[in-house]
Structure formats: structure tokens, C-alpha cells
């Protein structure tokens, strides 16, 4: 017995220093982006590998991207891109998923099968066809540019289904007994048992909608309507890039994520758990 005690202790502390070590790993391109925001330019091209820590903490990267780039602005163009690719995706995924996982209509599983596709396919491909969409609809530089790749969501629609899925056939026998039709079987019973996939597609799909790139610089080319990942794509300079304030940039960019999570810390470690999904 205190053989087998002794043996899950070390298999407890191994995997205890694994997770702390992974963890640190994690960690160190953010402690290096916050380092490198208050060196100078000779110390963040350095390749001493020992200088690590600035000698003088200088704050004027920091001055010089607020005086450059309006925060504000580039704040609020995120901000609105995650709200609406969010609320977008989780209704629109609410929808299709329990029509696929719960009813019963001629060429579901044909039309379910396109969503799985639509999934094995690279995005790049869908650039084109959805650039001239919303040129032809005369949406170019607008928040509906940015939000509309993002309005419909196959993985959401497939974790959405699988939620449904999983619900017993009983609540809906209940439902229809007590006289309810399918909408107010899918609003009052059957949506709020899948919160926790709603939970986990609404991050997914944050984070997604904060690190989307090539999109955003194709659609939006006017300065007002920049969002935070393209205004910082442009700081990188063809020659050569000022990384002090590019690093500082990307720190005061993370300051909306770090406030949703700090937030939502808790819905976020239940969506993730409950979909068993990873960032």
C-alpha cells in the first residue's frame, strides 16, 4: 500500500512539473513582449542572449504609440467586430444546430454533410467570393465588412448539434404534451440546456475575431475603420521595425482581452471544460 501511495505521489509531482514547466513556456513570449516594451531599440536588437532585462525602464514607446495611433478608435472598431461576429455566430449556429441535431426534414444529413465540408476546406479559399460579395453590396470599409465572414459558423453549427444531440428525447415529448410548438421548444427548453456550447462558441469565436488579420486589411483600407491586429500589422516595417514600440503597441492591444477574461474568467473555463475544446 505505501508502495502504490509513493508511486502516485511522484506520478502526482511529475505531472505537477510538467504543467508547470508548459506553463512557464507559455508565458515567455508575453514576459518578453512586455520586457522588450521598455528597452530601447539597441537592447531589443541585441543578440546577447543575456540581455534580457532593460538597463533603464523607458516609457517612451509607450508615448510615442499614443501619440501615433488612436486607441480609441481602434478599440472600439474590436470591440464592435467581437460583439456582432459573436452574437452573429451563436444564433445563427443555435439555429442550424438544433434543426440538425433535433428535427427531422428530407436532405438533412446531404446538407449537414456540406456544413463538414465547409470545414475540411482552407478559409484563404473563401476570400475572394466574400471580398466581392461585399464590394457588390457596397459595404467595403464598414463594420459589416469585418463582421460578415463570421455571421455563419460550421464548427459552431456542428458543436451546437452535438449538444443538442446529447439532450434526452423526453424534454421535447414533455414540451409537445404541455402544448408547445417548435419554436417554443427550441426558446424556453431546449436552447438554454446548450448555454454552455453557446459559452464555448462565444469564445471560440472571440478569440478568433481578435487575431483575424488578412480579412480585416482586405475589406478596410480607410484609417477609420482599423482594428487592432491590422493597425498593429502595420508598424512592421519593410526594412526595418522600431520593436520597443511595436511590442509596447501589442501590449496596450491585449488590455481589452485581459479585461473580458478577467470578466468572464469563470464562463470561460466552463465553456472550454463542458465543450472539451482547446484554445
Not at 488578412?214 to 487592432?228: A, F, H, Q, S
Amino acid at each position: 500500500m505505501k508502495s502504490m501511495e509513493t508511486k502516485k505521489k511522484i506520478v502526482t509531482v511529475v505531472i505537477h512539473a510538467v504543467l508547470i514547466f508548459v506553463s512557464i513556456t507559455m508565458l515567455v513570449p508575453f514576459l518578453w513582449m512586455i520586457l522588450t516594451a521598455f528597452k530601447s531599440v539597441t537592447e531589443a536588437t541585441s543578440v546577447n542572449p543575456f540581455v534580457i532585462f532593460p538597463k533603464v525602464w523607458r516609457t517612451d514607446s509607450f508615448k510615442a504609440v499614443m501619440e501615433n495611433m488612436n486607441f480609441l478608435l481602434l478599440y472600439k472598431n474590436t470591440l464592435l467586430l467581437i460583439f456582432f461576429r459573436v452574437l452573429c455566430a451563436v444564433l445563427t449556429a443555435t439555429m442550424a444546430g438544433y434543426a440538425f441535431g433535433r428535427l427531422h426534414f428530407r436532405g438533412k444529413n446531404f446538407c449537414f454533410s456540406l456544413v463538414l465540408m465547409q470545414m475540411m476546406v482552407p478559409a484563404q479559399i473563401f476570400l475572394i467570393p466574400q471580398y466581392l460579395m461585399v464590394s457588390k453590396m457596397g459595404m467595403l470599409n464598414t463594420i459589416f465588412a469585418l463582421v460578415f465572414p463570421g455571421m455563419v459558423t460550421a464548427f459552431g453549427t456542428f458543436l451546437l448539434r452535438q449538444g443538442y444531440m446529447g439532450l434526452p428525447n423526453d424534454l421535447e415529448e414533455a414540451a409537445r404534451l404541455d402544448g408547445c410548438n417548435i419554436g417554443q421548444t427550441f426558446l424556453y427548453i431546449m436552447a438554454p440546456l446548450t448555454r454552455s456550447s453557446m459559452v464555448a462558441l462565444g469564445i471560440f469565436t472571440a478569440v478568433f475575431a481578435f487575431k483575424d488579420l488578412m480579412w480585416p486589411m482586405i475589406v478596410n483600407t480607410d484609417k477609420d475603420m482599423l482594428v487592432l491586429s491590422s493597425a498593429l500589422a502595420k508598424m512592421q516595417g519593410q526594412y526595418a521595425s522600431k520593436f520597443p514600440e511595436l511590442m509596447a503597441a501589442s501590449l496596450i492591444a491585449c488590455i481589452p482581452m485581459i479585461i473580458i477574461y478577467a470578466i468572464f474568467q469563470k464562463q470561460f473555463i466552463e465553456g472550454i471544460a463542458t465543450s472539451g475544446g482547446k484554445l
